[in-house]
Nanobody, 115 residues
Framework: QVQLVESGGGLVQAGGSLTLSCAASGSILSPNVMGWYRQASGKQRELVAAILSGSRTTYADSVKGRFTISRDTSKNTVYLQMSSLKPEDTAVYYC?????????WGQGTRVTVSS
């Protein structure tokens, strides 16, 4: 059984930084895409960033230049370094793994950015 456990969320002032981590346990098909999504109150879940097995990355326009996604394949862990945070980054952040056959999701970690 695959489990994803996120950590690193919290409250931060605008302009600050946070790093989210997501550790995956269990047998996961490879290659796969690991990603971070977020869902703000009253809004749909949106892709923030994703990283492929070959370390190719993609970012939402709203976070380009501020967020960096990385992965440690040996630890089945994906990270999201967030800097220059804005109040509009406030959301619950979810990590995911897409294998093509099945998608896995974490429970989410809340990030609140105060102005």
């Amino acid at each position: 059984q695959v489990q994803l456990v996120e950590s690193g969320g919290g409250l931060v002032q605008a302009g600050g930084s946070l790093t989210l981590s997501c550790a995956a346990s269990g047998s996961i098909l490879s290659p796969n895409v690991m990603g971070w999504y977020r869902q703000a109150s009253g809004k749909q879940r949106e892709l923030v960033a994703a990283i492929l097995s070959g370390s190719r990355t993609t970012y939402a326009d709203s976070v380009k230049g501020r967020f960096t996604i990385s992965r440690d394949t040996s630890k089945n862990t994906v990270y999201l370094q967030m800097s220059s945070l804005k109040p509009e980054d406030t959301a619950v952040y979810y990590c995911s793994i897409h294998t093509g056959a099945v998608d896995y999701w974490g429970q989410g970690t809340r990030v609140t950015v105060s102005s």
